[in-house]
């Protein structure tokens, strides 16, 4: 099993509240993303790191923000939430492309659930 | 147009039956291939890498063709356990490989 964890799993929020969504993984990653995936439909590249202090925005516009201040965390954060960011969010790590057998293999959380009233 | 484009079925299969789909992706440059699987409100995981001279992992056989730039996935001798939306997904050209994920195909093995 991989060792990616986020928390909360399910959260249910009023409008306008702040919020942040936790992952942690203990596999040394320096690679960790976040996608967005409504139900029965593909995953949007949201956020991702290289590493330490280096955050990108994804394929998808997102409001959220992300920080990346330690190796093995990568917290995202919605500033006023919206019933519009009802969504799950999974977030992934993998490890540096080696040149060896899986390269860039994604290894995801169990995603959090948010909805927003 | 995506960069990676899967047909979405439902691929309904009878069990023991034989399934293949594909997925084509737009960047001739890519380089690494994968078909992840997702079950029903899970998270993504990794099924296989897909290999240029193509591989099999037991009753799972998966095809590059970069001529025609697509991959395919075969599954032999269906489970139902198999049911699953099976994921394509295509590393970038670009030094940090940055992954593009299909859409999904959904596979439904019946009784």
């Known amino acids: 099993e991989a060792d990616i964890y986020q928390t909360p799993r399910y959260l249910v929020i009023g409008t306008g509240k702040k919020i942040t969504l936790e992952c942690s993984q203990t596999?040394?990653?320096?690679?960790m993303y976040w996608y967005q995936q409504d139900p029965g439909m593909e995953l949007h590249l949201i956020h991702y790191s290289y590493g330490v202090n280096s955050t990108e925005k994804g394929d998808l516009s997102s409001e959220s923000t992300v920080s990346r201040i330690r190796t093995e965390h990568f917290p995202l954060t919605l500033e006023s939430a919206r019933p519009s960011h009802t969504s799950q969010y999974l977030c992934?790590?993998?490890?540096?492309?080696?040149?060896?057998?899986?390269?860039?293999?994604?290894?995801f959380g169990e995603g959090s659930r948010l909805t927003v009233l | 147009r995506k960069e990676v484009e899967q047909d979405p079925g439902p691929f309904n299969v009878p069990e023991g039956a034989t399934v293949a789909f594909n997925c084509t992706y737009s960047?001739?440059?890519?380089?690494?291939f994968f078909w992840y699987r997702q079950d029903c409100r899970k998270e993504p995981k990794l099924l296989m890498s897909v290999y240029s001279s193509g591989n099999e992992d037991g009753r799972f056989t998966a095809q590059l063709n970069r001529a025609s730039q697509y991959i395919s996935l075969l599954i032999r001798d269906s489970k139902l356990s198999d049911s699953a939306t099976y994921l394509c997904?295509?590393?970038?050209?670009?030094?940090?490989?940055?992954?593009?994920f299909g859409a999904g195909t959904q596979v439904v093995v019946t009784p």
């Open positions: 960047n001739s440059a890519s380089q690494s």
């Open positions: 596999m040394g990653h320096d690679k």
């Open positions: 997904v295509v590393n970038g050209a670009d030094s940090w490989g940055k992954l593009q």
């Open positions: 992934a790590s993998s490890g540096s492309a080696l040149g060896g057998l899986n390269t860039g293999e994604l290894f």
